[in-house]
């Protein structure tokens, strides 16, 4: 019996956890263009609304602070206005409703930072186009304080700096398109707490950090198209994520029950997705092509051999004892066209609570309140050992097509088609109890992540332990790796 077989024979035979499964599937979004096409809503002004003119600049701020909670604002066609100085803004109250007749555009004229800002709940923004502002780094245009359950529907948010969005709680993003923004298409952050419940689907999301914030600021993590900062349950699914200048989808620091399914994920600078010290995930019935190829290309010719993927795992994995739907990463289904690599699941040995080598400054997984307590000597022992570590365990990878041509991928250097699972050499800091090949050893082969069923297309290589092992498809299916059982190979038959 292979170590595969053996793993699911345990998991059928035990109860020990009772962990829910993915949510149930919902009517499919199919994936395609959404800016330019959006459909004419909103033509006259519905009973009741209170119709903004504009012609005259700041007429929406004004009668936004006149009228009471619940109105309906209603924007003609032409170019709204607001007050000409960097604070002009809208304040909405809860329950406001802003309906854009078809033209309708609120422009900051490069000079506002932030269109609807603080913290109403319930606004809703329908049918809007919003652009030219200049929001700081890391703030964002549309709900610029986070409040809570926002809806924003079938609207354009375009060539602002910063982020077009930032998210709160219980947000619904809808049928928009958000493109070409400095930073981020949207930032799902908020410094006082973390945010729930996101919806985010059937909306076109391209062109983000026209800025080129990573070159700007080297190190910072702060570009691509969606970047998601402690959110607990996001579903991300049937969007057209595309041509960002950085990852597509950013989900980084102690995220947790993500489903992302049934989008088109393509020609991304960077990867389609990067999982980053997070929690639970299922990915499924997405379709990827090209992305990485720039972010690859780049790093391959500065003589880097590491594995750069078109999905990227960074110390993230399932957890039982995190509530979420699912308790695996958990990837399937998917289709994976001439990106630079495929998957690396990859743990950094030298990245835990209270490490210096934690970019993700002040943070510590969830499983440990104190981060205090992630130090020497009370790290060797257990329960902290283990439980000051965001671990890639629990990684399941199957039923994927895997298709790879260097030739289309722009691929000349024989650092691409590659689908890893790996560490480094732990070092530092010197009280670490991860030092030399502890977690190498954990990840590839006692933390429970699994290749198996997948199907490959092209020259596909496999990297296992650390980035100098590389292995052909035979050598990964066989001992000590025991990968991918009832994998083929182009076209040939699984060997099971």
Not at 7 to 36: E, R, W
Not at 39 to 49: D, I, R
Not at 77 to 96: E, M, Y
Not at 452 to 469: I, K, L, Q
């Amino acid at each position: 019996m292979s170590r595969m077989n053996s793993i699911l024979a345990i998991v059928l035979l035990a109860t020990v956890v009772v962990v829910p499964g993915p949510a149930a599937a919902v009517d499919t979004v199919t994936p395609g263009p959404v800016c330019d096409h959006q459909p004419a809503l909103n033509v006259t002004a519905p009973a009741g609304a209170v119709s903004v003119d504009a012609a005259v600049p700041g007429d929406l701020y004004h009668k936004s602070q006149e009228s009471p909670p619940g109105t309906t604002f209603w924007l003609p066609p032409g170019k709204h206005t607001l007050a000409a100085d960097p604070f002009g803004q809208v304040i909405p109250k809860d329950g406001d409703v802003y309906l854009g007749a078809p033209g309708a555009v609120l422009d900051g004229q490069g000079i506002n930072r932030a269109a609807f800002t603080q913290q109403a709940k319930d606004v809703v923004i329908r049918g809007l186009t919003i652009q030219n502002f200049v929001a700081p780094q890391d703030q964002g245009v549309v709900n610029h304080d986070s409040g809570a359950h926002w809806i924003i529907e079938n609207t354009t948010v375009q060539n602002n700096s910063g982020a077009g969005l930032m998210a709160g709680a219980r947000q619904e993003v809808r049928h928009s398109c958000l493109r070409n923004n400095g930073q981020y298409g949207m930032n799902a952050y908020r410094s006082d707490s973390g945010i729930t419940a996101l919806i985010i689907e059937g909306n076109e999301i391209s062109g983000n950090n026209t800025d080129d914030w990573e070159t700007r600021s080297p190190g910072c993590g702060c570009s691509g198209g969606i970047k998601f900062w402690v959110v607990d349950k996001a579903d991300v699914r049937g969007n057209w994520i595309h041509h960002n200048h950085g990852a597509g989808l950013w989900a980084d620091t102690d995220n947790n029950d993500f489903l992302v399914e049934n989008n088109l994920i393509e020609d991304n600078d960077a990867e389609a997705l990067f999982y980053e010290i997070s929690y639970n995930l299922v990915f499924r019935d997405n379709v990827l092509r090209r992305n990485s190829l720039v972010a690859g290309k780049r790093r391959s010719d500065r003589g880097d051999n590491f594995p750069v993927a078109s999905v990227y795992l960074s110390e993230s994995g399932g957890e039982p004892r995190v509530p979420a739907r699912t308790h695996l990463i958990d990837i399937y289904d998917n289709t994976f066209e001439d990106n630079w690599s495929g998957i690396t699941a990859w743990e950094n040995a030298d990245r835990f609570c209270n490490s210096p080598a934690n970019t993700s400054i002040n943070t510590c997984t969830k499983l440990v309140t104190d981060r205090t307590q992630c130090s020497a000597p009370g790290i060797e022992d257990e329960p902290l050992y283990d439980d000051c570590r965001w671990k890639t365990q629990l990684v399941e990878v199957h039923d994927n097509t895997f298709r790879f041509d260097p030739v289309r991928a722009g691929c000349t250097n024989g650092m691409c088609g590659k689908m890893a699972l790996l560490s480094n050499y732990g070092t530092y800091p010197s009280w670490s109890p991860y030092k030399g090949t502890v977690v190498q050893d954990a990840i590839t082969h006692d933390q429970d992540n699994y290749w198996f069923s997948n199907s490959y297309y092209g020259p596909w290589m496999f990297v296992a332990g650390d980035t100098s092992r590389i292995l052909t498809a035979d050598q990964w299916q066989s001992t000590p790796w025991d990968q991918d059982n009832c994998a083929s190979f182009d076209d040939v038959m699984p060997r099971c």
